[in-house]
Every structure is written in C-alpha cells, then in structure tokens.
C-alpha cells in the first residue's frame, strides 16, 4: 500500500531539493494516468480533488477511488482536498479517507484565517492526517485578481495555525493557460527567510518550466498545484478520439484513447520537480 500523508513527501522533498506535484483531477481516467505517470517516473504524486471534481463525483466515491488507485500503486500517493472552503468540507474528506486537506481561508482576515486553519489543521492530525492553509490570495485568468503574500503574515501564519504546507500568491494565478506569468522570486526569498514550511504554488500551470525546476531544487516550494494544462491534454486527446470516428458512440472506447496522451503529458509536468 502507497497511500501516504502530505507530510510524508513534502518534508523528503523539503529536505533533498526537489518538489511534488498536485495533480488536480476531474475524473477516474485522469488520476488513472497520474499514477501510470508517477510509477514511469518513480516518483511521488499528489491526486487532487478540487471543487468542480467534487460538484462531480462526492467526496466518499473519490476517496474511495484514489486509496484504490494509491493501494495497488508502487509509488507513494497522497489521496488530497484542494481548496475546502469549510470545516464540513475537510470533515467530510477525512472521513472519506482522505490523507491531507486543504483548507482555503485566504479570503478572510488574517486572524480568522489563522484561527479557522489552526483548528482544522488540530481536527486532520487528530485523524493522521495532513493539513495545507493558503496565506494571500491567488486569483483566476480572467476573475479575481490576486492579494500577494506578506512576508511577516506568512511566518505568523505558518507559526500560529500549525500547518504542514504553506500555499502562498507570488504572482500564480489559477487557470492560467500560458507559462508566461513567471513568478516573484524576491517575495518567494522574503518568505521562506522567516519560515520552515514547505511552500506551496498554485496555479502551476502558468508557471515556466525551467522556473519550475530552479525553484523545485533551490527553494522551500515543495509542492506545485498543476491542473490546467492537464485539462488541456485531456480536452485535445478526447476530441482527436471522438472525431477520429463520428460513428463511434462507446465512451469507454473513446476514453481509453485519452490514458497515452494524458500519460506523457503528466510525465513531462512531473520531470520538471525531480532532484538535480
């Protein structure tokens, strides 16, 4: 059995200089390939269950279908809440098996922040499970704009809430569909020199790959959210294979042909946070 902790990878990551990646998922052909490209790749994965995966499939059926896919994996596998907005929603995920949550408070003041984190970050260890906060605010292409991350609230945050993972906004954005953005490295250095917590980026699929790699073996990011341009590969294989054949109406047919391409694709985003 692989199913492990978030803090069972990110401190060997934090420790030897490389980074893990969260995949985020939509469905059991996406986390299917994930793991398919972390055993090619022998190395860890993090399988993401965000908020439209959960408007989707409810959390107890993905619970249950991530500790399937991490039991028979040969690699380590973290079963992962991204952004619960509520207590309810890290209960839930805890109770469904879930191995880490995410607890998404960047919205609110800082002291609220700190205090509703620290409380579900209490709840999740109790249960053996990990907790990541998010302190400032990562916007969407297109939506919210972004609250970057100051430096002395990130070390009262990561000080004060008791977190096993710091998701920070220096200049991420969610959704982004380019790798232009690039992100704010004098901030990332003003943060990590007041804490310990391995950070984290969301948005990583904004983020220039070679980027990416500097920061994954040379900073205190241990952890990279990408979803978007695996959404993407997804979205591209799905629509070659339905419009290969217009006669062909089985899905399971259909979908097989999206593992190859969604498989390369995780492997290259997950080359790029191997050690040196």
Request: with cysteine; net charge negative; glycine share 10%.
């Amino acid at each position: 059995m692989s199913l492990v902790t978030l803090k069972e990878v990110l401190q060997p990551a934090l420790q030897n200089g490389y980074a893990v990646a969260g995949l985020v998922t939509l469905g059991w052909e996406d986390m299917r390939a994930y793991v398919a490209a972390a055993e090619a790749e022998n190395c860890p994965v993090i399988l993401q269950a965000g908020p439209s995966c959960r408007d989707h499939t409810p959390l107890p059926v993905l619970g249950k279908m991530f500790r399937h896919l991490a039991e028979s994996a040969s690699v380590p596998v973290v079963a992962h809440l991204d952004h619960g907005y509520t207590a309810e929603d890290c209960r839930i995920a805890v109770d469904s098996g879930f191995t880490s949550v995410m607890f998404d408070g960047s919205r609110k003041p800082l002291s609220q922040n700190i205090d509703e984190t620290a409380a579900i970050a209490e709840m999740a260890r109790a249960a053996g499970v990990s907790c990541e906060g998010e302190i400032g605010f990562v916007g969407y292409s297109g939506g919210e704009g972004s609250a970057g991350t100051d430096p002395e609230e990130a070390a009262q945050f990561a000080r004060e809430s008791g977190v096993d993972a710091m998701a920070i906004s220096v200049g991420n954005v969610h959704l982004q569909q380019d790798k232009e953005g690039g992100l704010d490295e004098p901030r990332i250095r003003a943060i990590e020199a007041l804490t310990k917590v391995p950070l984290v980026i969301h948005g990583g699929s904004g983020v220039p790959v070679a980027q990416r790699t500097a920061l994954a073996r040379g900073s205190k990011i241990c952890k990279f959210n990408i979803g978007t341009e695996l959404r993407m590969a997804f979205g591209n294989a799905l629509r070659d294979a339905v419009n290969a054949d217009e006669a062909r109406f089985d899905r399971v047919q259909i979908l097989k042909e999206t593992h190859d391409p969604v498989v390369a694709a995780a492997r290259q985003v997950l080359k790029a946070f191997k050690p040196a």
